[in-house]
């Protein structure tokens, strides 16, 4: 099938506030609250014919940044900026595929936002939120889910000047043959201050909300079998935490799997080197080195890519994560010794299905992990979920159903929208839609058959703020 063209109209911003029900520790930050981005945008062909689509993504502060003179606010103000360079980057009104509208700017948006401070991560983030809208205008538009649409290559990806080194590689052929599984499994992040145990939760800090306040809750409520576990810099902490985490896990007679989440914490790869051989050499430890699968970002991103990581890598498998600003750096990575990277929906689709399939072409010991920067219900994890799935993950990082309460504050008629328009994906037995993990798996029935991006319902529009974007002008040094 040819990919189509078209141009982009009518692109709109729009936010609403998130509070978290428990707080969320990962790296340098303890998050809150955050606002959650929207798109909304329309789509017309040259004969005419038009849709419309639409995205959401929380904006997490300190984690696409993480230089700690700037607050929270700059954060948003960051990530607001970089949608608005996107919106007027897009909108030019020129015909492309779904593909060559990233393709064409990309380049373009990276150094417009180096100009205005902000790094690659940064000035993703706006391209990758407006991508997965122009994505769900296209399988409206042409009556056909993602997952079909992908194989079939109607967003017109090819390798450019982007991934120079995928030109020798069928894609073509490998997009053909993706083919998702209905079921995914949710590896549970445990954050640096989730309560563990439930003897070990006081009754004065219980939520009492109906949902999993601890690990041993969680694991008892969803039935879970991945983990991704949170580190933080310190070997003794870190140990500590670890056993402590470790004698919760160790008490399933079945086997589980895990991740470890270095969250730029460690200055090199020696450091790391000691926690992993430290962990090693704790008798305590021994099941849960035994299931630790890779270790992600472990290196500040201005190290990471510096020097060899083989020594290491050798021992166990190491991903990038942050570091992951740009379609150049898998190949660099993998050249240092690192042997996978991250999937976010955050970070742009196209960026995840490139590597990918630079995951197939490269062979043994390459791939791609799928990873969540608490996407919320709705739109955010629901477009996350059929991504990885159509790039055939059979687990993914699952976060924000355990930090947030469903959909928090959405109007009442949104969420129930959501649920019905979803049933398998949603709980409802608590008289709000939660998404529903059932024996350590989430079903993606609905979100596959969907003939869209994902999504049959939208967010109340009219409920939601017109992005704000005073604060990005202070940022920026310019009038809005």
Same mark, same amino acid.
């Given at each position: 099938m040819s990919a189509p063209s078209f141009r982009l109209c009518d692109i709109e911003l729009y936010e609403r506030p998130v509070e978290l029900r428990l707080p969320f520790r990962f790296g340098v930050v303890? $998050? &809150?609250? /955050?606002?959650? %981005?929207?798109?909304?945008?329309?789509?017309?062909?040259?004969? +005419?014919? @038009? #849709?419309?689509?639409?995205?959401?993504?929380?904006?997490?502060?300190?984690?696409?940044?993480?230089?700690?003179?700037?607050?929270?606010?700059?954060?948003?103000?960051?990530?607001?900026?970089? $949608? &608005?360079? /996107?919106?007027? %980057?897009?909108?030019?009104?020129?015909?492309?595929?779904?593909? +060559?509208? @990233? #393709?064409?700017?990309?380049?373009?948006?990276?150094?417009?936002?180096?100009?205005?401070?902000?790094?690659?991560?940064?000035a993703s983030y706006g391209p990758a939120l407006l991508d997965r809208a122009v994505i769900d205008a296209l399988c409206r538009l042409s009556n056909q889910p993602f997952a079909p649409a992908l194989r079939r290559?109607?967003?017109?990806?090819?390798?450019?000047?982007?991934?120079?080194?995928?030109?020798?590689?069928?894609?073509?052929?490998?997009?053909?043959?993706?083919?998702?599984?209905?079921?995914?499994?949710?590896?549970?992040?445990?954050?640096?201050?989730d309560p563990l145990t439930e003897a070990g939760l006081v009754a004065a800090d219980r939520l009492n909300d109906g949902l999993p306040?601890?690990?041993?809750?969680?694991i008892h409520r969803y039935g879970l079998r991945w983990f991704k576990l949170k580190v933080g810099g310190d070997i003794a902490a870190d140990l500590a935490r670890l056993k402590a985490i470790a004698a919760v896990l160790d008490k399933a007679p079945e086997p589980y799997r895990a991740s470890l989440d270095g969250n730029e914490q460690y200055d090199d790869a020696e450091g790391i080197a000691a926690l992993w051989r430290a962990m090693r050499a704790e008798p305590d430890l021994r099941r849960l080195c035994a299931s630790i699968q890779y270790i992600e970002q472990p290196i500040k991103r201005v190290a990471a890519l510096d020097k060899?990581?083989?020594?290491?890598?050798?021992?166990?498998?190491l991903i990038v994560d942050e570091s992951d600003a740009d379609y150049d750096v898998f190949p660099r990575a993998r050249r240092l010794g690192y042997g996978g990277i991250s999937s976010k929906t955050c970070k742009g689709v196209y960026r995840a299905i490139l590597n990918a399939a630079r995951a197939q072409y490269w062979g043994e010991g390459c791939f791609v992990t799928g990873e969540d920067l608490t996407c919320q219900a709705g739109l955010s994890v629901q477009q996350d979920l059929a991504l990885v799935a159509a790039l055939g993950l059979y687990h993914v990082e699952r976060n924000g159903h355990h930090y947030v309460d469903g959909f928090g504050a959405a109007p009442q008629a949104e969420q129930a929208a959501f649920?019905?328009?979803?049933?398998?994906?949603?709980?409802?037995?608590?008289?709000?839609?939660?998404?529903?993990?059932?024996?350590?798996?989430?079903?993606?029935?609905?979100?596959?058959?969907?003939?869209?991006?994902?999504?049959?319902?939208?967010?109340?529009?009219?409920?939601?703020?017109?992005?704000?974007?005073?604060?990005?002008a202070v940022l920026e040094g310019s009038t809005p």
């Amino acid at each position: 099938m040819s990919a189509p063209s078209f141009r982009l109209c009518d692109i709109e911003l729009y936010e609403r506030p998130v509070e978290l029900r428990l707080p969320f520790r990962f790296g340098v930050v303890t $998050l &809150r609250a /955050a606002p959650q %981005a929207f798109v909304r945008l329309r789509i017309e062909t040259p004969d +005419g014919r @038009s #849709a419309e689509g639409m995205a959401a993504e929380l904006m997490v502060p300190k984690w696409f940044d993480k230089n700690p003179d700037l607050s929270n606010e700059q954060n948003f103000a960051q990530l607001r900026l970089s $949608l &608005r360079h /996107a919106v007027d %980057a897009y909108g030019d009104k020129a015909l492309h595929s779904a593909f +060559g509208h @990233s #393709a064409a700017h990309h380049r373009a948006l990276v150094d417009q936002g180096a100009g205005r401070g902000l790094n690659p991560l940064v000035a993703s983030y706006g391209p990758a939120l407006l991508d997965r809208a122009v994505i769900d205008a296209l399988c409206r538009l042409s009556n056909q889910p993602f997952a079909p649409a992908l194989r079939r290559n109607l967003f017109g990806i090819e390798a450019t000047a982007l991934t120079p080194d995928l030109a020798g590689f069928d894609l073509a052929a490998y997009l053909g043959e993706l083919t998702p599984a209905r079921r995914i499994a949710a590896r549970h992040t445990v954050g640096m201050l989730d309560p563990l145990t439930e003897a070990g939760l006081v009754a004065a800090d219980r939520l009492n909300d109906g949902l999993p306040e601890t690990l041993e809750g969680a694991i008892h409520r969803y039935g879970l079998r991945w983990f991704k576990l949170k580190v933080g810099g310190d070997i003794a902490a870190d140990l500590a935490r670890l056993k402590a985490i470790a004698a919760v896990l160790d008490k399933a007679p079945e086997p589980y799997r895990a991740s470890l989440d270095g969250n730029e914490q460690y200055d090199d790869a020696e450091g790391i080197a000691a926690l992993w051989r430290a962990m090693r050499a704790e008798p305590d430890l021994r099941r849960l080195c035994a299931s630790i699968q890779y270790i992600e970002q472990p290196i500040k991103r201005v190290a990471a890519l510096d020097k060899p990581v083989a020594a290491l890598a050798g021992e166990i498998p190491l991903i990038v994560d942050e570091s992951d600003a740009d379609y150049d750096v898998f190949p660099r990575a993998r050249r240092l010794g690192y042997g996978g990277i991250s999937s976010k929906t955050c970070k742009g689709v196209y960026r995840a299905i490139l590597n990918a399939a630079r995951a197939q072409y490269w062979g043994e010991g390459c791939f791609v992990t799928g990873e969540d920067l608490t996407c919320q219900a709705g739109l955010s994890v629901q477009q996350d979920l059929a991504l990885v799935a159509a790039l055939g993950l059979y687990h993914v990082e699952r976060n924000g159903h355990h930090y947030v309460d469903g959909f928090g504050a959405a109007p009442q008629a949104e969420q129930a929208a959501f649920a019905t328009a979803h049933p398998d994906l949603y709980d409802t037995s608590s008289g709000r839609p939660r998404l529903r993990i059932a024996g350590g798996d989430i079903a993606l029935g609905s979100l596959l058959d969907a003939p869209n991006f994902a999504s049959n319902a939208a967010p109340d529009w009219a409920s939601l703020a017109a992005m704000n974007f005073t604060a990005t002008a202070v940022l920026e040094g310019s009038t809005p």
